[in-house]
């Protein structure tokens, strides 16, 4: 069936370190997957995404992996600063539906110290 | 930036109650969607819906859901008599097109609380 996992709920690191959030998908005919972002009190909001023909795909100091041997998703956070301090959620969807419907993993949540 | 916005922020309503959440999508967006979040859980997929109708719907979206755009802007998810178990966060989450490498932008959301 459809599932998203994460291995971490929690993640803290210092100011300047480098983040690296993980995500565990079941559905091996997933071929998109996002990451979002969630500060307190707001909604998600789109950090990055890949498509399943790709393994790597970098942003503005963020990069996903996508390893779809073992069906892992990573999404690295270069010089983590406080404002990175969120709930990260991995989501994956499938191209074989008519419509979007977003699949949204557990979220795990990031703590940047000063 | 176009955003999505959501309202009310906060709605407290009594068990059988009904509640209309709104939600005001991009301005060219075309396709929109529902989604909840109890507290402390993951974001779930309630409902899409395209052309006024409904595209797909999940499991939690049973009788007591409906969608609509009464006015061509807004776009509502109303419940008719909420549970306790429908206390959440609920997103509005709009799209340029269907395709499902579109990206969604979501609302800030409305908290339900179900007393």
């Known amino acids: 069936g459809e599932s998203v996992g994460l291995h971490l709920p929690t993640l803290s690191v210092q100011e300047g370190d480098n983040s690296i959030i993980n995500c565990a998908y079941s559905n091996s005919a997933s071929d998109y997957f996002i990451w979002y972002k969630q500060e307190s009190g707001k909604g998600p909001q789109f950090i990055i995404d890949?498509?399943?023909?790709?393994d790597k795909r970098q942003g503005q100091r963020v990069t996903v992996l996508l390893n779809k041997t073992v069906k892992h998703l990573s999404l690295q956070i270069a010089a983590t600063q406080p404002g990175d301090s969120a709930v990260y959620f991995c989501?994956?969807?499938?191209?074989?539906?008519?419509?979007?419907?977003?699949?949204f993993g557990t979220g795990t949540r990031l703590l940047v110290s000063p | 930036e176009p955003e999505v916005t959501q309202t009310p922020s906060h709605q407290v309503t009594q068990m059988g109650q009904e509640v209309i959440l709104r939600c005001v999508p991009i301005s060219n967006h075309l396709y929109f969607y529902w989604y909840r979040q109890i507290l402390g859980q993951k974001v779930e997929f309630l409902v899409s819906f395209y052309n006024n109708e409904i595209s797909e719907k999940s499991e939690i979206f049973d009788d007591q859901f409906s969608v609509e755009r009464p006015d061509g802007s807004n776009f509502t998810l109303k419940i008719r008599s909420t549970k306790l178990e429908d206390s959440a966060m609920y997103f509005c989450a709009t799209a340029y097109s269907g395709g499902a490498r579109e990206t969604q932008y979501f609302g800030p959301g409305t908290r339900l609380l179900v007393l």
């Open positions: 989501a994956e969807n499938m191209e074989n539906t008519g419509f979007q419907k977003l699949v």
């Open positions: 890949i498509r399943s023909n790709m």
